[in-house]
């Protein structure tokens, strides 16, 4: 079982910056892929970003070059900086947690991240 609490949202004006904390509980963190979703008001979840156990990155288009996503194993915690922020990245933004043994998935609560224009 993980439990994942997501931190460091919040109000920012577009091209702004904000970075965002996953903290995972339990001592096997290695053993996930971690990802970021976020989900806008009246659409569907979509993927942003995600980090393989081994630090092997991907990222939607409409981020690449402004978001950044990072892990640190020891300390059971995934980022994601995002910079150049635009009021289309409002949205409230998950962590994902997949094991990558089993394939079972974890999400956190989320946290909203609003852009002001």
């Known amino acids: 079982q993980v439990q994942l609490v997501e931190s460091g949202g919040g109000l920012v004006q577009a091209g702004g910056s904000l970075r965002l904390s996953c903290a995972a509980s339990?001592?096997?963190?290695?053993?996930?892929?971690m990802g970021w979703f976020r989900q806008a008001p009246g659409k569907e979840r979509e993927f942003v970003a995600a980090?393989?156990?081994?630090?092997?990155?991907n990222y939607v288009d409409s981020v690449k070059g402004r978001f950044t996503i990072s892990r640190d194993n020891a300390g059971n915690t995934v980022y994601l900086q995002m910079n150049l922020l635009k009021p289309e990245d409002t949205a409230v933004y998950y962590c994902?947690?997949?094991?990558?043994?089993?394939?079972?998935?974890?999400w956190g609560q989320g946290t909203q991240v609003t852009v002001s224009s």
């Open positions: 980090i393989s156990w081994s630090g092997s990155t």
């Open positions: 994902k947690a997949r094991n990558v043994y089993t394939n079972i998935e974890y």
């Open positions: 339990g001592r096997t963190f290695s053993r996930y892929a």
